[in-house]
């Protein structure tokens, strides 16, 4: 007699559990053939779903959402960020907050980078209704002054324009949704290292809200350290989130060492054009390179989350799919 041998993947399915039913009960060929064409061969040589998989698929919806949800609050995120000059002008200048807001003297302000705050203040034709200047000293207005970097600062920083109430509560509502989620996946799934996976992000949640409470021009000191602080927290997650994907053996970890290659650079970068150990720019880049390379690293640091949403059960299947063996379930 004939006999056919089909072969599947190790993992059982429930049509093959019902084929292999079938031929048991089948007189003859013809019956078999039939059941081969009820039962769809596309079932046995379909890769198999991990127990994540399979909850993944059933939860698509929801997962959909999420990514959708973390992808605009991430983009918004940067958006805020990178528009931060821009935001400081349109509120404080454009609409005229500036004015209602702040109540420093502008004779007594001092620019970090040495410029004349009252040549800046009267150039940008910043008159109250009275005929007097006025200009924004530490914490006023709706975001940090754009003209100069104000106080002991020489530079402008993310810290300095979000110094003020709005742009501090601001920047922790957008920053909440990406942290959350890196909860979620990075801690929540990935299992070797885990916990000190979970105290990394633990001490880099915790000093990034120390940096958020400590202003940079109310507690210099403090908001040093935070700033410090939650980076090397931040980067230490980073190495045990890519050592425990597989370092280069994955794309999520692939990608999330890219990340922070590319984070790590982009913050000594704009540090040393912003200083003049690098001379490579002069006037408005020099005084906002470190605050682009604040941008850059941030946004870097909080793409952990959207990567292993994206990749991490990819890596899985793969990788399941590549060491799983081909064995005869019917004979």
Request: glycine share 8%; proline share 4%.
């Amino acid at each position: 007699t004939n006999q056919r041998c089909l072969y599947s993947r190790a993992s059982p399915s429930t049509a093959a559990l019902a084929l292999l039913r079938i031929k048991i009960q089948s007189r003859n060929l013809n019956e078999l053939e039939r059941a081969h064409e009820v039962v769809s061969m596309d079932f046995f040589l379909a890769p198999p779903m991990t127990l994540k998989r399979k909850r993944a698929v059933e939860s698509d919806c929801t997962s959909v959402f999420l990514v959708i949800l973390l992808a605009i609050m991430t983009i918004l995120l940067g958006l805020f960020i990178f528009s931060l000059p821009l935001l400081s002008w349109w509120f404080n200048d454009y609409m005229g907050q500036g004015a209602q807001l702040c109540s420093a003297n502008p004779a007594e302000i001092v620019c970090g980078n040495g410029a004349n705050y009252i040549e800046l203040a009267t150039a940008l034709g910043r008159y109250k209704s009275n005929g007097e200047l006025w200009g924004c000293g530490c914490e006023e207005g709706i975001f940090g002054d754009w003209a100069c970097p104000i106080g002991e600062a020489d530079v402008f920083s993310i810290s300095l324009f979000i110094s003020t109430a709005p742009g501090t509560g601001l920047m922790a509502a957008l920053s909440s949704w990406p942290i959350a989620a890196m909860w979620l996946y990075g801690s929540g799934t990935v299992t070797t290292n885990k916990n000190w996976i979970r105290l990394s992000l633990f001490l880099f949640q915790f000093f990034f809200g120390m940096f958020l409470i400590n202003t940079a021009c109310v507690y210099t000191d403090w908001h040093t350290f935070s700033v410090t602080a939650f980076i090397l927290a931040e980067l230490a997650h980073y190495t045990l989130l890519a050592v425990s994907l597989g370092c280069c053996s994955s794309r999520s970890a692939k990608l999330i060492s890219g990340a922070a290659t590319i984070g790590i650079i982009s913050v000594v970068l704009g540090f040393l054009v912003a200083q003049g150990y690098l001379p490579i720019a002069t006037g408005w880049l020099k005084y906002h390179a470190f605050w682009l390379g604040e941008c850059c690293g941030l946004m870097c640091a909080f793409s952990i989350a959207p990567i292993l949403l994206v990749y991490q059960e990819q890596d899985e299947v793969s990788e399941d799919q590549r060491h799983r063996p081909m064995v005869p379930i019917l004979a």
